[in-house]
Antibody, heavy 118, light 110 residues
Framework: QVQLQESGPGLVKPSETLSLTCTVSASSISDGYYWGWIRQPPGKGLEWIGNIYHNGGTYYNPSLKTRVTISVDTSRNQFSLKVGSVTAADTAVYYC???????????WGQGSLVTVSS | QSVLTQPPSVSAAPGQKVTISCSGSSSNIGDNYVSWYQQLPGTAPKLLIYENNKRPSGIPDRFSGSKSGTSATLGITGLQTGDEADYHCGTWDTSLSAGVFGGGTKLTVL
């Protein structure tokens, strides 16, 4: 069974950089899928952040593109998210997920709550 | 403001049928496959329907999906109290080159 697990700080100060890592098991990052990040602010809907392919090719949400970087480490079977210059509006549960070719997410991590506060 | 539009809430009695709509445009639903996710309280979303109307292994046939033009619909028959959850639609937007979701619909089984 494919499993994904997010890890990273649960509290980030305003103006700093949010960093999360997703560790994948029972599926290789190099298997030909895209890997994505999605977030959900408290009480709100899902927001797609971006996807990355094993060769490093990326797609980003246009509204977040200037602040977001997604990278992949095939040797560790991990991919990572960085969001710069965070504000309270970036407070959310962040999910990593495996993305299939027609843009649906078939496996999800359990989610990681990140709070932006001083 | 989400790119795809869903009703905030729907409700129905146990055993009944309910439908949840997802409205978009020619650059997203009109041009790409739609997927649906079930999110039980306090848990991560779970894939329910992919490529408009296909069910992953383990998803009962009480759940169905359809698409027409720039709208998609999730149907649930034989409602159970365990179906109470938030339901999200998603697709790709060709113009934005980005994934997009609806705002989510809360299903209450009365």
């Amino acid at each position: 069974q494919v499993q994904l697990q997010e890890s990273g700080p649960g509290l980030v100060k305003p103006s700093e950089t949010l960093s999360l890592t997703c560790t994948v098991s029972a599926s290789s990052i190099s298997d030909g899928y895209y890997w994505g990040w999605i977030r959900q602010p408290p009480g709100k809907g899902l927001e797609w952040i971006g996807n990355i392919y094993h060769n490093g090719g990326t797609y980003y949400n246009p509204s977040l593109k200037t602040r977001v970087t997604i990278s992949v480490d095939t040797s560790r079977n991990q991919f990572s998210l960085k969001v710069g210059s965070v504000t309270a509006a970036d407070t959310a549960v962040y999910y990593c997920a495996r993305c299939r070719g027609s843009s649906y997410f078939d496996y999800w991590g359990q989610g990681s709550l990140v709070t932006v506060s001083s | 403001q989400s790119v795809l539009t869903q009703p905030p809430s729907v409700s129905a009695a146990p055993g009944q049928k309910v439908t949840i709509s997802c409205s978009g445009s020619s650059s997203n639903i009109g041009d790409n496959y739609v997927s649906w996710y079930q999110q039980l309280p306090g848990t991560a979303p779970k894939l329910l329907i992919y490529e408009n109307n296909k069910r992953p292994s383990g998803i009962p046939d009480r759940f169905s999906g359809s698409k027409s033009g720039t709208s998609a619909t999730l149907g649930i028959t034989g409602l159970q109290t365990g179906d109470e959850a938030d339901y999200h639609c998603g697709t790709w937007d060709t113009s934005l080159s980005a994934g997009v979701f609806g705002g989510g619909t809360k299903l209450t089984v009365l």
